[in-house]
C-alpha cells in the first residue's frame, strides 16, 4: 500500500473513491506507539539494516499486521520517524515575501539545531543518507513538498513586484536556502545564530529587488 493510500485509509475513506472504509478508524495512539518503538530501538543503537517490521512490533507492543496496515515496510515508517522527530513545519505569516522566506530559512536554522543537539536525529539522518531508497522517500515527502512552499512565495514575490519578473524562480530558491544548507548540514562547527535567517534573506533580496523597489 502506498503512503497515499496508507494516509487515506487514515481519514476512514477507500483510496481514490472518497468512500468509507468498513472497520474501525486507525488508532493515534497505536501510530504513535509504534514510531516511538522505532525510535527507541534507533536510540540504542540499532542501525536500520538490523531493524525489520517484526522487531519494532515487539517494542511497540503490537503485530506485524498492524505496522504493515499503516506502512508498506520500514522504510516508509522510517520517513515518518524522522518527521515526527523534527519540528513542524512553519506556518507562513502571508504578509510578504521577505517574511515568508525569513520564516522557511528560520526553520531551517531550527532543525540544523536539532541534529547537532539530538542523538536520534544525528544518526538517522547519517543512515538515511547511506540507503538510496530511503532517502528518496524522504525527499519525495519532506523535502519536495518544503521546495515547492518555497518556489510559491518567490513566483508571488516576482508577480506583486516584490521581486524582479526576470528571475528564475529554482535558481533563486537555492540562493536562499544554499547558505543555511551549508552551515547546517556541510559545515557543522558553523555559527547558527540567532539572526541568521534574516541576514541570509536581507542580503539576498538586496539584489532581487526591481530597480524601483
Partial sequence: ??????????????????????GRPRSEAVER??????MTLLEDGVPLAELSIERVARTAGVGKATIYRR???KEELFVDVVRAAEPPDPVLPGTSV??????????LRRRGLMRRSSAILHNVHAQMKSSPKIWAAYHAVVIEPRRRTTFEVLRRGREN????????????????????????????????????AEHIVD??????RPDDA
Wanted: glycine share 12%; proline share 5%.
Fill in 203 to 208: 542580503t539576498v533580496l538586496a539584489g532581487l
Fill in 71 to 73: 506502512w508498506s515496510g
Fill in 161 to 196: 513586484g516584490e521581486l524582479r519578473a526576470d528571475l528564475d524562480i529554482e535558481l533563486v530558491s537555492d540562493l536562499f536556502v544554499g547558505p543555511m544548507l551549508v552551515r547546517t548540514v556541510m559545515r557543522p562547527d558553523a555559527a547558527l545564530d540567532e539572526g541568521l
Fill in 98 to 107: 521577505r517574511d515568508d522566506l525569513v520564516a522557511l530559512l528560520e526553520s
Fill in 1 to 22: 500500500m502506498s503512503l497515499a493510500e496508507s494516509r487515506a485509509r487514515e481519514g476512514g475513506q477507500e483510496p481514490g473513491t472518497g468512500s468509507p472504509v468498513r
Fill in 33 to 38: 506507539s509504534i514510531i516511538e518503538g522505532m
